[in-house]
């Protein structure tokens, strides 16, 4: 199985400061066929499923805040929200789905400093 | 509008089983393969396994190979997920969620059920 591991576990960002999370898989999610990293990021609130942020690494889904961005290829990858808002406090996951079984970066935790 | 609403919170005894519902509306539902994930708590996502529900066919992963089963009822656009054999490290929060391009099975999941509790205590 690829490994994704996410650092930080968690920080603490003021209100409309950048705030990055990191993603390294165990090897590379990048199909050279397509040139498309299969690597996804979700915002999850508490008592809430996770929702879809972005995908394709790089790609924000329909009616995401452009304040949400991802970046990188490969093994590693970043998301980062350039200006934090007090509803983005949440936990990120990142995900890859190059190989079964799709698995999920441990998380994480985003709050207000 | 696209959802997906799974049956409500259950509790079970170890050994026994739970079902799971997941009643998806507003799209095709034998266009989209279905997902579960499983979040104990406090914890991270954890696959299960997908089925196609054109075809009925499935993945699903190799940790609970023999005591998940996922199945549908197109009739009614509701996937199931099974899982046999309960043990207290099953107490997590269920999820099923649609693969976002028709007809993959490996892609990200862009709509998610709200979950089922399922806790497992004797």
């Known amino acids: 199985d690829i490994v994704m591991t996410q650092s930080p576990v968690s920080l603490a960002v003021s209100l409309g400061e950048r705030a990055t999370i990191n993603c390294k898989s165990s090897q590379s999610v990048l199909h050279t066929s397509n040139n498309k990293n299969y690597l996804a990021w979700y915002q999850q609130k508490p008592g809430q499923p996770p929702t879809l942020l972005i995908y394709?690494?790089?790609t924000r889904e329909s009616g995401v805040p452009d304040r949400f961005s991802g970046s990188g290829s490969g093994t590693d990858f970043t998301l980062t929200i350039s200006s934090l808002q007090a509803e983005d406090v949440a936990i990120y996951f990142c995900?890859?789905?190059?190989?079964?079984?799709?698995?999920f970066g441990q998380g994480t935790k985003v709050e207000i400093k | 509008q696209v959802h997906l609403v799974q049956s409500g919170a259950e509790v079970k005894e170890p050994g026994t089983s739970v079902k799971v519902s997941c009643k998806a509306s507003g799209y095709s539902f034998t266009g989209y393969y279905l997902h579960w994930v499983r979040q104990a708590p406090g914890q991270g996502l954890e696959w299960l396994g997908w089925?196609?529900?054109?075809?009925?066919?499935?993945e699903y992963a190799l940790k609970f190979r023999g005591r998940v089963t996922m199945t549908r009822d197109t009739s009614i656009s509701t996937a199931y997920m099974e899982l046999n054999r309960l043990r207290s490290d099953d107490t997590a929060i269920y999820f099923c969620a649609r693969d976002m391009s028709p007809r993959v099975g490996t892609d990200a999941f862009d709509i998610w059920g709200q979950g089922t509790m399922v806790i497992v205590s004797s």
């Open positions: 995900q890859q789905y190059y190989i079964t079984p799709p698995t």
């Open positions: 394709w690494a790089s």
């Open positions: 089925i196609n529900p054109n075809s009925g066919g499935t």
